[in-house]
């Protein structure tokens, strides 16, 4: 942890020194939270969410980036109920679905009319102008579901 603050005091010297934009690859939600202006996640090989750290750690759009912030672990949790996971495996590279890429982990794909994730890979459209979004859920539907995961982690009644 020292020398991973170290590195990151580094590269924010050297950002402040040469005026420079910066793109950090990282697994570490922390660190994003820390240090990004602006995130962009990654699924399969594609951006599948991209906005400002505010916004997107606020009311994350898309049904992966969800997961991903949920799995956090909570240590003000009972042991069981620290992390809510991502069910199942990251596809293969060379043998994605043919629709939405996320379409085999998703809670929500059963919501999207005539079966659009199993067969039609979603773009990425914006949600508004500063954030961007990979699926086919509409924008109310994708909010109201973010609200309510946020609602169930922070433990208020539903
Ligand atoms: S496009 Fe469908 S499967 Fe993909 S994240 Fe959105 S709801 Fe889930």
């Given at each position: 942890?020292?020398v991973?603050?170290?590195?990151?005091?580094?590269?924010?010297?050297?950002?402040?020194?040469?005026?420079t934009?910066?793109?950090?690859?990282?697994?570490?939600?922390?660190?994003?939270?820390?240090?990004?202006?602006?995130?962009?996640?990654?699924?399969?090989?594609?951006?599948?969410?991209?906005?400002p750290?505010?916004?997107?750690?606020?009311?994350?759009?898309?049904?992966?980036?969800?997961?991903?912030?949920?799995?956090?672990?909570?240590?003000?949790?009972?042991l069981?109920?620290?992390?809510?996971?991502?069910?199942g495996?990251?596809?293969?590279?060379?043998?994605?679905?043919k629709?939405?890429?996320?379409?085999?982990?998703?809670?929500y794909?059963?919501?999207?009319?005539?079966?659009?994730?199993?067969?039609?890979?979603?773009?990425?459209?914006?949600?508004?102008?500063?954030?961007?979004?990979?699926?086919?859920?509409?924008?109310?539907?994708?909010?109201?579901?973010?609200?309510?995961?946020?609602?169930?982690?922070?433990?208020?009644?539903?």
């Amino acid at each position: 942890m020292t020398v991973q603050a170290q590195i990151l005091d580094l590269i924010s010297t050297l950002q402040g020194e040469f005026g420079t934009t910066v793109i950090l690859i990282t697994h570490d939600l922390g660190i994003v939270a820390d240090v990004a202006d602006q995130v962009a996640v990654m699924y399969g090989g594609r951006i599948v969410e991209q906005a400002p750290t505010g916004v997107l750690y606020d009311l994350p759009e898309m049904p992966y980036t969800l997961g991903l912030l949920s799995s956090v672990p909570r240590m003000d949790r009972e042991l069981l109920e620290r992390m809510q996971p991502i069910r199942g495996n990251p596809p293969s590279p060379i043998n994605l679905p043919k629709g939405c890429v996320f379409q085999p982990r998703c809670n929500y794909w059963e919501r999207v009319p005539n079966g659009a994730c199993l067969d039609v890979r979603p773009e990425l459209l914006e949600s508004d102008p500063e954030h961007l979004v990979r699926c086919h859920l509409t924008v109310e539907e994708r909010q109201q579901i973010s609200r309510d995961v946020k609602q169930v982690l922070a433990g208020a009644p539903q």
